[in-house]
């Protein structure tokens, strides 16, 4: 809260509310106000207030909280976590798109005159779980990639690189 955040930064540049008051050109009682939370200042006055205690805006009306270390400790293991999660679905894909193309290798066949691996992988029944498996893949590395390096998410990057296109190529606007 402002009123709590006035009085930590006033203690701590050692000033009691009278000079405060007399430092900004108003009553002590309306410093006192303040960090009882019964009024707020002008906005020259807070801007006077951040000057005189080198904080922003955001820092005095307390918009910003730093988070406590345990808590960077949390969100930090938390994405380590997603990393994992997506870097393990990346690997489930790629089992199952070798274990698609190795079966399709083993046993070849000729689907509907369609030859070569194509034919092997319809003819087995498996282009399904490849095309899934190669899907799973893709997206699981990408999404690890993008939470390791601590980018936006893979799906949000691709959903506005889509849009983009799709504007480029027919001046859509969502």
Request: glycine letters at 6%.
């Amino acid at each position: 809260m402002f009123s709590e955040k006035l009085i930590e930064l006033r203690r701590s540049k050692g000033l009691s509310q009278e000079a405060l008051a007399e430092r900004l050109g108003v009553s002590r009682q309306a410093v006192s106000k303040w960090e009882r939370n019964e009024a707020q200042p002008e906005l020259s006055k807070i801007i006077a207030l951040c000057d005189l205690f080198e904080v922003s805006p955001n820092e005095l009306l307390a918009y910003e909280q730093e988070k406590p270390a345990d808590q960077k400790a949390e969100t930090e293991k938390s994405n380590h976590y997603r990393a994992i999660f997506w870097l393990v679905i990346g690997c489930m894909g790629f089992i199952v798109t070798a274990f698609c193309l190795g079966w399709a290798i083993v046993h070849p066949h000729i689907y509907n005159g369609i030859k070569g691996l194509r034919g092997s992988l319809l003819g087995n029944d498996c282009m399904e779980a490849y095309i899934i498996g190669l899907i799973a893949m893709v997206f699981g590395l990408m999404e690890a990639y993008f939470e390791i390096n601590k980018k936006e998410s893979f799906f949000a990057w691709l959903k506005k690189e889509t849009l983009w296109l799709l504007n480029q190529i027919f001046h859509f606007h969502p």
